[in-house]
């Protein structure tokens, strides 16, 4: 059964970055089946997909455009985790963040971490 | 970037059908974007039921089924509960990027 584990501070100042590890057990981040996604979801608002990574060869990274340029997801397969990294975060990146495994053929079963408000304030 | 559009809203009575619509500003939602469907209560993260269009998981109850209608993807939820009050978000693929549309708060009155 997979579990997903999230670490991470909860406060984090403007300009700053943001950091979560998400530590995978009963499956491997270099699974040829799976990708692993962070999605994030600001109070009151709808979910947004950040980004994912997943291994097909050689590592594949994806990122939403409106985070390109600030996010880098990275995968560690000899600690089976994988990380994301926001940088300059401001206020407007307070939200619940969470790291979720994608299936093939675009299933997201109910694999998520147990979710890590961060708070982006001085 | 892509914008999903769903309906910001919808209140039905119980018993009745409803349909929850989602487009892209691509153009027509096809099979090829993998439309997802899910479900989200208060306080929880959200669930998928629908996937790849019309598959449903496992825990997905019969009631629900996914479809594509006029160029759009569609959730139809049949014989409405109370306790499918929710919010309800499509998840669609595209260009290696997946997006949300801004979800659709169901209200059972």
């Known amino acids: 059964q997979l579990q997903l584990q999230q670490s991470g501070p909860g406060l984090v100042k403007p300009s700053q970055t943001l950091s979560l590890t998400c530590a995978i057990s009963g499956d491997s981040v270099s699974s040829n089946t799976a990708t692993w996604n962070w999605i994030r979801q600001s109070p009151s608002r709808g979910p947004e997909w950040l980004g994912r990574t997943f291994y097909r060869s050689t590592w594949i990274y994806n990122y939403a455009p409106s985070v390109k340029g600030r996010i880098i997801i990275t995968p560690d397969s000899s600690k089976n985790h994988f990380s994301l990294q926001l940088n300059s975060v401001t206020p407007e990146d307070t939200a619940l963040y969470y790291c979720v495994r994608e299936l093939a053929g675009g299933q997201w079963p109910p694999d998520w971490g147990q979710g890590t408000l961060v708070t982006v304030s001085s | 970037q892509t914008v999903v559009t769903q309906e910001p809203s919808l209140t039905v009575s119980p018993g009745v059908t409803v349909t929850f619509t989602c487009s892209s500003s691509t153009g027509p939602v096809t099979s090829i974007y993998f439309p997802n469907w899910f479900q989200q209560k208060s306080g929880q993260a959200p669930r998928a039921l629908i996937y790849s269009t019309n598959k449903k998981h496992s825990w997905t109850p019969v009631r629900f089924s996914g479809s594509l209608l006029g160029g759009k993807a569609a959730l139809t939820l049949s014989s409405v509960q109370p306790e499918d009050e929710a919010d309800y978000y499509c998840?669609?693929?595209?260009?290696?990027?997946?997006?949300f549309g801004g979800g659709t708060k169901l209200t059972v009155l």
């Open positions: 998840l669609v693929y595209y260009e290696d990027v997946w997006v």
